[in-house]
Nanobody
Framework: EIRLVESGGGLVQPGGSLRLSCAAS????????MKWVRQPPGKGLEWVST??????????TYAVSVKGRFTTIRDDAKNMLYLQMNNLTPDDSAVYFC???????RGQGTQVTVSS
């Protein structure tokens, strides 16, 4: 059974940090391109970051809105994907999902709220 389980969300003040985790199982994680997406309140899904494998291993791409503030880390030995989020702003408030490519299978998401 394919499973993606996100955790680590919560309420944080502007300028704060959070680290999201995504536990993967049921598929060959180390050879799977993974991404983070988010859904702000009342809006559609937004791409955040993609972590590549194979010939492009160690390459991670980021949306302009998060570049320099967010870092995606993958631990293939533990089948884990992380999203380190720094200098958070209210615009980062959203439900965050990890997803695998190419079929966009997603977990249930974790809520991040940035507010004072």
């Amino acid at each position: 059974e394919i499973r993606l389980v996100e955790s680590g969300g919560g309420l944080v003040q502007p300028g704060g940090s959070l680290r999201l985790s995504c536990a993967a199982s049921g598929f060959p994680f180390a050879s799977t391109v993974m991404k983070w997406v988010r859904q702000p309140p009342g809006k559609g899904l937004e791409w955040v970051s993609t972590s590549f494998v194979g010939m492009a291993a160690n390459i991670t791409t980021y949306a302009v809105s998060v570049k320099g503030r967010f870092t995606t880390i993958r631990d293939d030995a533990k089948n884990m994907l992380y999203l380190q989020m720094n200098n958070l702003t209210p615009d980062d408030s959203a439900v965050y999902f990890c997803a695998r490519l190419p079929d966009d299978w997603r977990g249930q998401g974790t809520q991040v709220t940035v507010s004072s």
